[in-house]
């Protein structure tokens, strides 16, 4: 697909829907409303849409999926509603996680059920043959949840046949489980991730891999209650109708929210960049428009953020405009971002000490997780506000499956790190000065597996919370908008009350991650957004 | 039992799946993997390599050879330029297909052609007042389909940069690893690609001079069963699945005009006299019993009838090509589809169908048969242009 370009400057001063960032999200309500025949206006501050979904060429001849690397639970109705796949979308499974250890030992589960059994059999055989098992129940509680992430959030304190009766589309999967399988809910609601597996599995080098689900994106560790719950996550990916785990997207993230870019474009929505918005116009408590950093004024009776809740709150709204209720539950919403990124420009293909050589193990995803124990103290070191000296990393090389992102032979390595606190103890803002020694520590880490590595390196990208944050807009670095734990999720995320995409200000809604399901590139908050202001206005 | 193609000696070194087929009396490979998934992904996004030696092929060659196949072709070929091919289709007296493939000129004097089914005897009897040879050269050629986005960064690290010129379905003679080979611009992806033509003799060295410049454009070895996936995002229809070789019908039912089988466009009516012309004009002009369309299953309406089951959708594990009844909205059978696949790039479930006329608009909601759980229903399937996936570099 070609490279995508935008106007600068809109076309107009008045529009029926104006969204405030061109994030995967926004991207999607705006389609959504386009389709429905709305006269839509995004307005994104960087010079390439997406937000955090974004490719990006920062090293000559190299693509980068500089932040988010994989999707798993893209709703693939919005995938036909909005014709993406003829706009250029394509997500390719990955096909093995593959797990290396220091020692010269590896695991890798496969989609071959045979192959997965054997490997783990190597380490447990009681595992071998658990682990479809554990599969097979995992699978139908994500069954059951399907119903919750595809409906909007109900609101249980609320008795408005409206609530009740979308209460009860929710709960519609959970009603066909039996009781062993609500009970088994329950725990992963309530238990850590690795007291979780440790019900099932014996082996370490197994729990570990499959442990880190739990963890991603949060600041707490495998062992801290309520962690378990995310491990649903990675039975409830789809891809191609069946439930399936991760996939790559052809010309990185980025190539997502280019598709879905184009579909808006197609329906007519206007898509401007480099058009930082500074707040939003209101006017007796209603939302009229919004004013951009240059000043100019954009009308609109619909205004949609796409920002995260503090930005949408106090920076597009501002204070002065929120009830003092509002602002002290929302200084209590937590963004705490743990997470780094660092892409690697590399000129061969990496080889693992453990299993050398170029093969469908690379496929996949590698992480480097070699034990419940190395986990959990990589977070000890981030809860006393250091970096993990030796990380937790989910690697990728995507080149693999998408050869045309690097010069022909060369090859990108995009590697998700945790633990990054955002606030290490020299404070945030020193983030600059601890940046390559933090990605010194991930390169020294993927050292001791791929003894080449340092060798191989053109270029390194580092991308700190602290980045996280100044560069794609993602308060305190957290990559969900907000923690993805059972406080702030379906009719508490992100406020109490204000669950259902509308804020306290009239007409101004909110459509991205920081509203229910939220998290990861789903597409899911940025429909329902859409669906809520086409249903009001039918109303 | 079968024998190996020219490049059995390298792919059976690579198939770890053991998984075969028997293609026209050859060894050919299903896939690689135990999945054919990867090689589908390297079709759509990087290169596959896949031979499709046991095609049959014929080599025409003589002072006659175009006005022979302008007799016997429903396609005209007394147009087609040198270094130029195209695809056509052949019929009997009566207009019923016989085959369909594409014929490429390589001089004046000098075509060949491709066959699903043996077709040298019927060749050879049209051929008695022409002065031509026809050489059945099945055999004597390997033919590998390097197929993908960047296929032809690889045939121009070895062939060098005049293969950017080659057009889609334009020919070329060129040196591939010191070996002579002709490449053609096409395929059975729908894709972005190339087929290479080499003397048996040579056909090692040609496979891996063309695997070892892949190499940094992660090419793959791709068996049958992703080429079919793609063959049907392409919407190409095949012999022997989605219609029957006229002279291989029991019964006249069977049989099908190129009309039917949405082959109509490849047809030049208004010409010199060839094969089935007559038929076929009379069938312009009182109309055809059958149509050759694309249908995409209600999504919504699939999940829906597995849901009510407790279960998740469930996809074909690959294409399929066992007929499945296809009926109207009021519920009378209006057709069969032939052969179908889940895409996984456009993320619809597909089929390519024969109906009768009257529903073959597109747009036209039918009805398809879908079985869960042994019980038979019916979902909603829609009617649409195929190709079903074109992407612009297809010809670009």
Partial sequence: ????????????????????????????????????????????????????????????????????????????????????????????????????????????????????????????????????????????????????????????????????????????????????????????????????????????????????????????????????????????????????????????????????????????????????????????????????????????????????????????????????????????????????????????????????????????????????????????????????????????????????????????????????????????????????????????????????????????????????????????????????????????????GWAKYQTPVRNLWMCASGTHPGGGIMGASGEMAAKAILGRRAA | MPVGTPFHPRTSELCTSLFYKDWAGYYTIRSYDTCHEREYYALRNAAGLIDVSPLYKYDIHGRDAEAFLTRVMAGDVSRLPVDRCRYLCWCDDHGKVLDDGTVARLDDEYFRVTAAEPSYAWLLQQSRRFDVVIEDSTDRLGVLSLQGPTSRDILMRIAGPRIETLRYFGLMKTRLGGVEVVVSRTGYTGDLGFEIWVDRAHALQVYDSILEAGHDYRIQPVGLDAMDVARIEAGYIMNGVDYFSANTCLIESRKSTPFEIGLGWTIDLEREPFLGQAALKAEVANGSAWAKVGLVYDWPAFERLFAEYGLPPQLPGGAWRSAIPIYSQQGQQVGQATSGAWSPILKDNLAIASVRPNWAAPGTILQIEVTVEYERHRVPAVVTPTPFFDPPRKRA
């Fill in chain 1, 1 to 496: 697909m070609s490279k995508m370009t935008f106007k600068n400057k809109p076309t107009s001063a008045r529009y029926d829907a104006i969204v405030v960032g061109g994030g995967h999200n926004g991207l999607t309500c705006a389609a959504y409303l386009a389709r429905a025949g709305h006269r839509v206006l995004v307005l994104e501050k960087r010079p390439v849409v997406g937000g955090a979904a974004v490719s990006e060429e920062v090293f000559p001849g190299f693509t980068y999926t500089s932040c988010s690397y994989v999707v798993s639970l893209f709703r693939p109705h919005i995938m036909r509603d909005l014709q993406l796949a003829r706009h250029g979308l394509e997500i390719i499974p990955l096909e093995a996680s593959f797990l290396p250890l220091p020692d010269g030992d590896s695991l890798c589960r496969w989609s071959d059920p045979h192959r997965t059994r054997r490997e783990i059999a190597h380490f447990s055989a009681k595992d071998a043959e658990v682990y479809p098992e554990f599969s097979l129940a995992m699978s139908q509680l994500a069954r059951f949840t399907k119903s919750v992430i595809d409906n909007p959030a109900p609101d249980p304190a609320s008795l408005r046949p409206r609530e009740l009766s979308q209460a009860l589309r929710a709960s519609e999967g959970l009603r066909m489980a039996n009781a062993d399988q609500r009970f088994l809910y329950m725990k992963l609601l309530t238990m850590s991730a690795a007291d979780f597996l440790d019900q099932w599995f014996e082996s370490d080098v197994l729990k570990a891999p499959m442990s880190v689900s739990g963890i991603i994106g949060t600041f707490l560790g495998v062992r801290s209650p309520g962690t378990a719950y995310v491990l649903l996550h990675h039975y409830m990916g789809e891809i191609d109708g069946a439930m399936r785990a991760w996939g790559f997207a052809r010309g990185g993230t980025g190539g997502i929210s280019n598709a879905i870019a184009r579909s808006a474009q197609a329906f007519g929505a206007e898509i401007v960049t480099e058009a930082g918005v500074s707040r939003v116009i209101i006017q007796n408590g209603k939302a009229t428009g919004v004013v951009l950093e240059n000043g100019d004024e954009i009308h609109a009776p619909t205004i949609v953020s796409g920002l995260d809740p503090r930005r949408t709150y106090l920076g597009l709204v501002g204070e002065e405009n929120l009830h003092a209720d509002t602002v002290e539950h929302l200084g209590h919403y937590k963004f705490r971002g743990s997470s780094g990124k660092v892409n690697l420009a590399v000129d061969r293909l990496p080889e693992f000490a453990c299993r050398p050589g170029d093969g469908p193990h690379l496929y996949g995803d590698i992480a480097i997780a070699p034990g419940v124990g190395y986990l959990e103290r990589a977070y000890d070191q981030a809860k006393y506000g250091e970096f993990s000296e030796r990380p937790y990393i989910n690697m990728v090389v995507p080149t693999l499956v998408d050869p045309t992102m690097a010069p022909p032979g060369k090859h990108v390595i995009s590697c998700f790190v945790q633990y990054a606190p955002y606030d290490i103890k020299e404070g945030a803002a020193n983030w600059p000065t601890r940046r390559e020694a933090f990605g010194d520590a991930v390169v020294d880490t993927l050292a001791e597996y791929i003894p080449g590595l340092k060798d191989s390196i053109l270029h390194r990208q580092v991308l700190t919370p602290w980045d996280l944050e100044t560069e794609y807009g993602l308060t305190e670095g957290n990559i969900f908008h907000g923690e993805l734990s059972l406080d702030q999720l379906l009719f508490l995320r992100p406020l109490a």
